[in-house]
């Protein structure tokens, strides 16, 4: 594949622009650019120091929402890299830099596929819109979800969603994850009494108190799960107590700990299971909690159609169902009502150094963007696959 190509051409563009997250660092002011030039009327929405942008094409008509964000994670150290975090290098085939799986090569194919849409559609009838951040990576407070309130307050909902999170696994296109646990964090802070490790009856030992509580906590069923998720799961992610000392019975012990939850359960169920548990076994104890998002999942319907045969008109494979993995932006975009889809790249190497992404998987995954906008808004008998797409 030639480096003229105008997706791999755009995802260099975007990697040289070292936005680590809340920065952008000039990646919108260049996708909109773009989107202006093929009939988008754009808004930004900068919320603090996150900046946002709605681009939207048409007036009436169904809706097909492309999300993403331009914000990235710190490259670690840049000496471990082989070639600069900021730099694109292309070699045997693959691009590398920080962004070009998570999601920078997603947003150029999501360009380019809307460019070709365009081109060969100019009077297609719906409506196409872009809703970018630069908050994702981050606390994602100021971003998608300040965007989803903007939304709903005129009344501007999106039938349908693509993120370009990186979904697949081994192939490009192998999942289409359909939906999202939810997220809950808990910091617990469980009292004691300081004390001489050689007077243990004149204090109270709080790493001894919690030890069974959270094993019983580690060892509680919450839930069987349901068709779409897996049972929920409870980690414990961080232990602190002591003072540094050997000879020093602690005064309090801190954890946090993170529930990944199906929607069988509900965020105030949790915390209260959590509280009795911990009740239960004679604690004395406060815990804050952060809900960061509720599970959400698309059922079988146009998109999920749309978007797995797209897949197979392009790539010949079939995608699976997922709904693992992290959270994503999609779960706010979900409390619209909207139907939410993620298709993008492999995730093998997001976060990583030397992150990646093949340069031929950039090409199919902005067809199979076209392939869907073209089967959502003209119907399925419009669509057309890539010249030496394999259809199943």
């Known amino acids: ?42 808004t930004p929405l900068p919320f603090g120091a996150v900046s946002n942008l709605w681009a939207l094409r048409g007036d009436r008509g169904p809706l097909l929402c492309f999300a993403g964000h331009t914000d990235v ?11 600069p975090p900021f730099e694109p290098r292309i ?46 990576e981050g606390p994602a407070v100021d971003g998608t979800a300040r965007v989803v309130d903007w939304l709903r307050t005129r009344r ?21 994850r359909n939906g999202r646990r939810g997220s809950l964090n808990g910091a617990l802070r469980i009292q004691g009494i300081q004390g001489h490790v050689a007077y243990p009856e004149l204090a109270d030992n709080p790493i001894h108190r919690a030890a069974p509580a959270l094993a019983a906590l580690v060892a509680e069923q ?13 980690q414990i992610s961080n232990i602190r107590a002591g003072t540094g000392v050997t000879n020093v019975i602690p005064g309090e012990l801190e954890a946090l700990f993170n529930f990944r939850f199906s929607t069988a359960v509900t965020a105030a169920e949790l915390q209260k299971r959590t509280a009795a548990i911990l009740g239960a076994h004679g604690l004395s104890f406060e815990i804050d909690w952060q809900l960061s998002g509720e599970p959400f999942v698309t059922e079988p319907g146009p998109l999920l159609t749309a978007a797995g045969d797209a897949v197979a008109a392009v790539t010949g494979r079939r995608p ?4 693992g993995g992290g959270t994503s932006d999609g779960r706010f975009i979900a409390r619209l ?23 031929e998987d950039l090409e199919q995954l902005s067809r199979i963007y076209t392939d869907v906008l073209e089967r959502l808004l003209l119907g399925e008998s419009s669509a057309r696959p890539s010249a030496g797409a394999v259809i199943s």
């Open 91 to 136: 070699r045997d085939g693959v691009l590398y830099g920080r962004g070009a799986a998570d999601m920078k090569g997603a947003l150029a194919a999501m360009v380019t596929a809307v460019e070709r849409f365009v081109t060969r559609h100019p009077d297609a009838p719906g409506r196409i819109a872009f809703l970018l951040t630069s908050d994702e």
């Open 1 to 42: 594949m030639g480096a003229t190509s105008p997706t791999l051409a755009l995802a260099c563009e975007l990697i040289r622009r070292p936005s680590v997250t809340p920065a952008d660092a000039g990646c919108l002011e260049l996708l909109g650019e773009r989107l202006a030039a093929a009939g988008f009327a754009l």
């Open 337 to 359: 009502g909207t139907q939410v889809v993620e298709l993008g790249p492999l995730n093998a190497s997001i976060h990583r150094i030397d992150e990646q992404v093949a340069v």
């Open 320 to 323: 699976a169902l997922s709904t």
């Open 156 to 176: 501007l909902t999106p039938d349908w969603c693509l993120v370009g999170e990186p979904s697949s696994h081994e192939l490009l296109g192998d999942t289409l």
């Open 222 to 234: 919450w839930d069987q799960g349901t068709d779409q998720f897996p049972p929920t799961s409870f």
């Open 73 to 83: 994670v710190p490259p670690g150290p840049e000496t471990a890299w082989h070639s």
